[in-house]
């Protein structure tokens, strides 16, 4: 007596297991692939297909993927890494993002149906998250935060910086002509290396709009040097604008050296800036926390009207904050053990060999800071086929070799990494 076909149909949370459908859930999300899986289970139990066709029916229905955005495994090392779009966002955040896609109580208050506040749960969010402010608003980005709290307080004035902290940052962006931007005559006091407190006492006047603290981001100052800490800043009877950067919300003890939100508000900073999808692991935003006078008066700027972020950002930001755990603090505490771990048996599967390396934090955040590691050395001649894969792979080159360090690579990814190595392998063999 033959057996039922339809007793052969894979079950549901065996197919979602198969790489193939882990691959498409990292994409579409995984509620999309069971769905569509769930549609050619019923196809097979009509007779209209096959059981072993189902995943391949299955994932034949899902939508393309946008050809402008790729999916990479970081195999890198850094943490931050601004060329693969920063933080990578939790699963809270993911979800949360995915629920406000359509229609959501943005500005309206469903108690009493008229308009309300924009983002209030967010903000509330972000204050419960850093105590320490008054008050607090979200713009776009961080060089957004601090343009528009130099734009407030400075516009038409001074702004006082010390030339130790004129810096460049990526892509030629220099943030002396950001602030220039914003209407604000720069008062730079000091020397490249050593600005006293002298130095900004002798340049605060009745023009001075503002001091501004500048975080020194990818690089680090050594030897003779000196600063003025933002206690001794806010002796001055001034405004002072601290940029933090990297969006550290409370100090950090395997990050010594990063200036927090949290500290320099207790020094006396009436605002501090930062950014939302470095450190902190969020969506792109600009952060600004301070005293209540000071963001009410950056709130209500012309400007932070053409700097204000959607409801993707909104929802994003509040789950971040929320959920307490995201990817890249995790990847920065990776245990080094545990990384060696995975490595071995990365290059047990791909014939490569274990290295030490060390890992960054990235993103102008923590810079000299080493995050001790593992990685995986292949023949560098695979790198341009590894980028060239799906997923993409991106590694770092050194000496001839292209190393692949897991610390930001999901351990559930491993599997599609050594594929992807595989891979790559056969077609430079072939």
């Known amino acids: 007596m033959h057996k039922d076909p339809r007793r052969r149909i894979p079950r549901t949370d065996d197919l979602l297991a198969e790489p193939d459908a882990v691959a498409a859930a990292g994409q579409w999300g995984r509620e999309r692939v069971r769905e569509e899986l769930r549609r050619s289970q019923q196809l097979a139990r009509e007779g209209a297909l096959a059981p072993q066709e189902v995943l391949a029916h299955a994932l034949s229905g899902m939508p393309p993927a946008p050809p402008s955005l790729r999916r990479v495994l970081n195999a890198t090392g850094v943490v931050v890494h601004t060329n693969l779009g920063r933080a990578p966002l939790s699963t809270a955040a993911i979800e949360a993002l995915v629920a406000a896609v359509g229609y959501v109580d943005l500005e309206l208050d469903l108690a009493t149906g008229r308009r309300g506040g924009r983002g209030l749960a967010a903000l509330a969010a972000l204050r419960a998250a850093a105590p320490d402010a008054a008050a607090a608003m979200v713009v776009n980005n961080g060089a957004a935060a601090l343009l528009l709290a130099v734009t407030a307080l400075a516009a038409g004035r001074e702004a006082v910086v010390s030339r130790g902290e004129l810096v460049e940052i990526g892509d030629g962006f ?6 220039a931007s914003a209407g604000a005559r720069l008062r730079e006091v000091g020397t490249t290396n050593r600005t006293t407190l002298a130095d900004y006492a002798g340049a605060v006047g009745p023009q ?14 050594e030897g003779f040097t000196s600063s003025v800490s933002v206690g001794e800043l806010a002796t001055l009877d001034v405004p002072v604008v601290v940029d933090t950067g990297s969006g550290l919300l409370v100090p950090d003890p395997g990050l010594p050296d ?8 207790r020094a006396g900073a009436a605002v501090v800036t930062t950014s939302g999808d470095k450190l902190l692991g969020g969506p792109q935003a600009g952060l600004v926390l301070g005293r209540e006078e000071v963001v009410k008066r950056m709130r209500r700027h012309p400007m932070a009207r ?13 789950a971040t904050l929320c959920d307490g ?18 490595a071995g ?9 274990v290295t030490a ?10 810079p000299g800071t080493v995050l001790p590691g593992w990685a995986v050395a292949v023949p560098e001649q695979l790198a341009e086929r590894l980028r060239s894969g799906d997923p993409a792979v991106v ?36």
């Open 357 to 366: 390396h060390d890992g960054l934090v990235g993103g102008g955040g923590a």
């Open 325 to 342: 755990s995201v990817p890249v603090t995790a990847y920065r505490r990776a245990d080094s053990d545990e990384l060696r771990r995975r």
């Open 258 to 265: 990063e200036p927090d939100v949290a500290s320099a508000l």
């Open 174 to 179: 220099r943030l002396p002509d950001l602030m």
């Open 306 to 318: 053409a700097l204000r972020v959607d409801k993707l950002t909104l929802a994003a930001l509040e």
């Open 395 to 430: 590694g770092r080159t050194e000496g001839g070799r292209l190393l692949l360090d897991l610390r930001c690579v999901p351990p559930d990814a491993d599997d599609q990494l050594a594929r992807a190595v595989e891979t790559a392998a056969r077609g430079a063999v072939g």
């Open 345 to 353: 048996l990365l290059a047990d599967r791909v014939g490569g060999t």
């Open 208 to 221: 001075t709009g503002c001091i501004v603290r500048i975080h020194p981001s990818n690089f680090r100052l």
